[in-house]
């Protein structure tokens, strides 16, 4: 406890802290024991006393035992911070704590934290603290000296609105749920005033601007409160009205797509962050609310239980979420403000996201609930990083709640196989038994990538074709493990880039860098894929085509139409795999062990495959020009992120490349990711002249062949032919061929509308099964095919039987 000198303006203290001693702590454990309890808002005489005890035990949790593992060391921890907060403690009329200045914003919001942990500290058992009076009037005293400086009604919000609207209110309001009795009517109204300051009702009016997406449902989760607090009926039901716009599947913007696509800040691919707290929100706001007279019954929430599945779980792999759906989150790592030193990444994020889905699953259906609880079983027994069930990042009641999950009877999801575009954010995911992949695209509807706030200003080139890539027990810890700030960010793994350098958050904020090509999706069957993007470089004049046959146990990668003219050299990655702090696998090429020493380099003039030991290898058919290269890489989470820890990291890096020299016009390049390949298959793939046909790889279409899945894949970046296929518009095309069946997949990713026709030179005898929207125009000697305008942005299907 901080001495009475460091205490201005707490008179208040004293008087609050003898007003609790009269607080019994047989009278306190009873409001805790009643927290935990569970009640029904509906049947109790005081609704809103009922749903603040919800409230209540969603933050604290219920039916764990304190004295057991990990609660226990949860909960002394709590404690121990606790006591650190209330120790460094220093009012002051621009702070609370010394290194939490009210300007910026988030020291209000820091502040707000640390008080709500000490209130924590003060309601939960087992932390040391348990009841302490002097401890609750601490936390009184900092949240009147909060209001009187700062959060009140006479102050005009300055800096990151989101400080004021979201996080300072939602940890108040917290706090203020925590310690409602102990806080008093009078001090609550004023809490709750200030709130309704800087969050009106008004901000719920219109969805748009900030009240959108995730943001949206924090916004009404405070509203909620302030109504739960304020005992409103009307604010209460404000809020659950407001969620509806959330629910259904929008076709631009921020939030759900119907093909599993999340996105958020308008451009920006953003399902492992911004989703999560949607997400965890609405999980909230639905126990809240379930059994009250403000129950959430809007039919359309359910599309919020379908993206369990639809939207969520195919970026989940073994306990992770992919970075390429996380934005500028993937250059958290380690904050320097962090007390606990608890690193983000994306195994963090992922066990966010699962844990939010396990409490989505208590108001699921029952069927939905026990497939839910067998993919978080199976993501767990999988993962190879922290546990799930010990993450340091929870409380107490999400791990009860992960708890219940990992302890109930059903059994655990297998790993899945198959393929998902998500073409509305410019992502996709190709899954294989023993690895699965992730391709992370930009276009005019989706940005090169995101920066702001002092977040992520070297993000430049994750759209530009990165194709990151795990095992199935190896590399989980491929790009958790320090990566972003220490990785060349001039060579991110499958880009094509040029050389050229570019300033820190070039392009502009908050996913502004777009570049202007509507070339960017492709089509599959839900196993195999053909994905395309036109690629046009962030402050460059790079262009290019880069398109991936996603097959069976390859990714096809081809690039073609790759021009420059910067004066600076262009260069396609094949890998850049993180070695670790002191990894020197073995690099095999065509057979020759390569040295293994940092800072070792090499050209090839011709080579065949590659394999690096414990990862898997690479195939480039017929032989090409490849560079390898081995390094240490030395940078600080600081480097990437203005709140990062600024200690300094070191990881070693192998990086393969294909370089296309200064200013090329129209090169090009084929080669075959195949992880968890061993050196035999790698040099039976090369030595195997029939595996792979290149049917063409120019500017205007990619297309190949694989005759041994039945498969030809084409990226039409322009009308035209290329082999038995011929289109009248650019297209995407997939066709699979099974003894005499023969299915086809197209769609016209440019999404203009207009009319598409399609040749296949194949005798067909009939045609079988076709969408609505195919017209066939004709079979016999070929087959032709017309897409009906205005749906060519979709995929498009036609089965046929061969002759």
Known sequence: MPSDSHWPRFHRAHQVRQALDAWSRRGFLAISAAGAMGFSPARDADPFAALRLRWRELMLGSGYDASAEPYAAVLRRTGELARTHRATMRPAPASLWPDAPFDPPAGITQSYARLHVMAQAYTQPGTGLTGDTGLAADVLAGLDHLHDRVYHPGTTPYGNWWEWQI???RLLLDTLTLLHDEAGPARRARHLDAVGHFVPDTVLRDYTGTSTGANRVDLCRVVALRGVLGADPARTALARDALSPVFPHVTRGDGLYADGSFVQHTWVAYSGTYGQVLLDGLGRLFALLRGSGWDVTDPARQLIHDSVENAYAPLIHNGLVMDSVSGRAISRGLQRADPRRLPQSDHQRGHALIAAVALLGEGASAAERTRWHALIKGWAERDTGTPLRTDPQFGVAELARVAAVLDAPAPAAPAPAGHRLFAAMDRAVHRRPGWVANISM????????????????????????????????????QYADDFWPTVDPYRLPGITVSAKRLADNEGGGWGEPKPAAR?????????????????????????ARKAWLCADDAVVCLGAGITARDGTPVETVLDTRNLGERGAPL??????????DTGWSRSYERAHWVHLEGHGGYVLPGGAPLTAS???????????????????????????????????????????????????????????????????????????????????????????????LAVTAPAAVLIRVRGRTATLHLSEPPRTGVPLDLTWSRPIRRVTAQDPSVRVLSTGEALRLRIAPGTAGAAHRCRVTLW
């Open 167 to 169: 996080g300072s209110p």
């Open 442 to 477: 930009a276009s005019d509807r989706i940005a090169h990538y995101e920066n702001g706030n002092g977040e992520n200003p070297r993000g430049w080139h994750t759209g530009a074709g990165m194709l990151c890539w795990w095992g199935a027990t190896t590399g989980q810890n």
């Open 519 to 543: 070339w960017v999706g492709g089509v599959g069957d839900g196993e195999f894929a053909i994905v395309g993007q036109h690629l046009r470089g962030l402050g460059s004049t790079l262009e």
């Open 587 to 596: 690099l095999t090429v065509d057979g020759e062990p390569q040295p293994r």
């Open 630 to 724: 081995r390094e240490t890489r030395t940078g600080s989470w600081r480097d990437i992120n203005s709140g990062g820890s600024p200690d300094r990291l070191t990881r070693r890096y192998l990086t393969l490349g294909h370089l296309h020299g200064t200013d090329p016009a129209d090169a090009s390049y084929v080669h075959l990711l195949m992880p968890g390949a061993g050196p035999r298959a790698l040099a039976a793939r090369a030595a195997d002249p029939h595996w792979l046909t290149v049917v063409d790889n120019s500017r205007d279409r990619q297309a190949v062949c694989l005759p041994s899945l039945g498969l030809t894949a084409a990226a039409f970046w322009a009308p035209g032919a290329a082999g038995e």
